[in-house]
């Protein structure tokens, strides 16, 4: 994925505001808008590495000490 | 023995020899308590009338020639997100004080109430947990007892300052991604963040179900051990609560350390720590002739996938409470889970992917050595209200990077024990981790034992 998902945070803010029901006051938005941003910086850190299925959890809930192939 | 200072082995040892009772020493847990909480912002909430209760029951016991339990006496505190039956959880929040109060009391409580231990209240903490900071925007912050200008850090800020200052000698925190770990550093204390799954969070407000656990804060490692024995066990509560042995440690945490391997992790570990810092970690390296370094490989990407499923999941469990009342939760906090609410679901589900992708490269680590040694906080305190500071060149915000030494462990769920560094005189308190394969809480309470009987740490003694 070559773009930054960070540069589409401010889209992705307004996108979501109305699904998520909540009052937003403008006030608040830049703060939301640079927490987002973080997130999405992070994101690009990991989200687009080459995973193997064998790195797909059986579950949401993570257990410690097992490999994958345990898991499931 | 003085009530206020005495580890929690040693007042549950005066109390069975009848040297003192449980009602005189939690008479001086209270006054100290009184004394000595509007400076430090520890407790939220006393149950003094639950208390005596339960002391003057112990005192009977002993007196009617009845085994005390091993914690008979030991007065204790929890974090303001376990359920105290009678009490409103608020978990740091405003919001939750309009909940009724708790119908039963946490598993953790009931436990440590089982092995004699007098719970005293509950105290303070970032809001629904997600901070480093130990500031509350409805409670005030909690103060670090080393200088009272500067954070405990969080989220289990309040647990920490308590027993700092010997208002307890042992409190109960939890520890998403570093809320043990954090104010042990920043405060001086020991502390264990147990492997995800080892002790019960039933009762115990949620943040990450993922990642979330709880854990003890003390002034000794025997403490931790007395306490996490007192927790064991499986819980059907807590369904990811489900250890595969409950046996107890603390018989075996100064058999020594034997030929324990050990490592210091390097690269993501050391970068960005201040001068001091790191020369506190190296020198201890070298007083136990620890030589090998170990990488744990993409450690900035662990904690860049935990920090988006901290926002997420914390996003999503608030959700309701933001549609209803955003106003009232602090603005801090207010805005990351609603930036974690927004979140896309394959941010979240490639995170767990690199999360399974980086536990099975750790494992391989453990197969050559069985505990890592890292820094828990690249810097002591900051000061209260401080919003920045210095790491790796750059000027980053505080409330969400105190831990980021901290959060690529919980990530994959390692069991930690926090070790308070030996300081000089006027330094400000730092601790480090010490890292442990999952399961094997026992080698990291051994090498912490080890260090603190060889006269590598200390707790400052801060009763005034």
């Known amino acids: 994925m070559t773009v930054k998902r960070a540069d589409h945070t401010v889209k992705l803010a307004a996108a979501m505001e109305p699904l998520l029901d909540i009052p937003i006051d403008s006030a608040w938005r830049p703060q939301i808008a640079a927490f987002l941003a973080m997130a999405a910086h992070n994101a690009d850190l990991y989200a687009d590495l080459p995973y193997d299925d064998a790195n797909d959890e059986a579950a949401p809930v993570f257990r410690p000490g097992r490999t994958a192939e345990e898991t499931q | 023995m003085k009530a206020t200072s005495a580890s929690a082995r040693e007042i549950a040892a005066a109390i069975a020899y009848g040297e003192t009772t449980a009602a005189a020493t939690l008479e001086a847990t209270l006054d100290a308590i009184a004394t000595r909480n509007g400076e430090l912002g520890a407790f939220t909430d006393v149950v003094a009338h639950r208390a005596r209760t339960r002391a003057a029951a112990i005192d009977a016991a002993r007196a009617a020639g009845r085994r005390l339990p091993p914690l008979a006496g030991v007065p204790f505190a929890v974090k303001n997100l376990f359920d105290i039956t009678g009490v409103t959880t608020r978990a740091g929040s405003k919001i939750n004080r309009a909940n009724p109060p708790a119908s039963l009391d946490a598993t953790a409580i009931v436990r440590l109430e089982a092995a004699g231990a007098i719970l005293v209240g509950a105290c303070n903490m970032d809001e629904y947990a997600y901070g480093f900071t130990g500031e509350n925007a409805h409670d005030g912050p909690s103060r670090n007892p080393a200088d009272l200008t500067r954070m405990t850090g969080g989220s289990s800020g309040g647990p920490a300052a308590a027993v700092a200052a010997n208002l307890v000698p042992v409190a109960i925190g939890s520890d998403t991604n570093g809320s043990i770990r954090v104010p042990a550093s920043l405060c001086g204390l020991y502390g264990l963040k147990p492997t995800y799954g080892r002790l019960s969070r039933a009762g115990a407000f949620p943040f990450v179900a993922s990642l979330d656990t709880i854990g003890p804060l003390a002034r000794t490692t025997a403490d931790l051990a007395a306490v996490y024995d007192a927790l064991q066990g499986h819980d059907p509560r807590d369904p990811v609560c489900n250890p595969p042995d409950d046996a107890p440690l603390l018989p075996l945490v100064s058999e020594g350390i034997g030929d324990v391997r ?40 662990a904690r860049a996938a935990a920090f988006v499923l901290t926002a997420a999941e914390g996003g999503t469990l608030h959700l309701p409470r933001l549609q209803e009342g955003a106003v009232d939760f602090d603005p801090d906090t207010r805005d990351r889970l609603i930036a974690g609410a927004m979140i896309p679901a394959a941010w979240v589900v490639q995170a767990q992917r690199f999360r399974r992708w980086f536990h099975n490269e750790v494992m391989r680590i453990f197969d050559s050595v069985d505990v890592i040694f890292a820094l828990a906080t690249p810097i002591t305190a900051p000061k209260l209200g401080q919003k920045t500071f210095t790491f790796d060149g750059a000027e980053i915000p505080v409330r969400p990077h105190l831990g980021l030494y901290t959060q690529p462990i919980t990530f994959i769920g390692l069991p930690v024990v926090t070790v308070p560094l030996k300081r000089a005189p006027g330094d400000l308190p730092l601790g480090i981790q010490i890292i442990a394969a999952p399961w094997n809480e026992l080698a990291a309470l051994k090498v912490a034992h080890d260090i603190e009987a060889r006269g590598l740490s200390a707790v400052v003694d801060r009763t005034t």
């Open chain 2, 262 to 301: 050990m490592a210091l992790a390097d690269d993501y570990f050391l970068a960005g720590a201040t001068d001091e810092a790191r020369t506190a970690l190296e020198s201890l390296a070298a007083d136990l002739k620890i030589t090998q370094r170990v990488t744990l490989p993409e450690a900035h990407r």
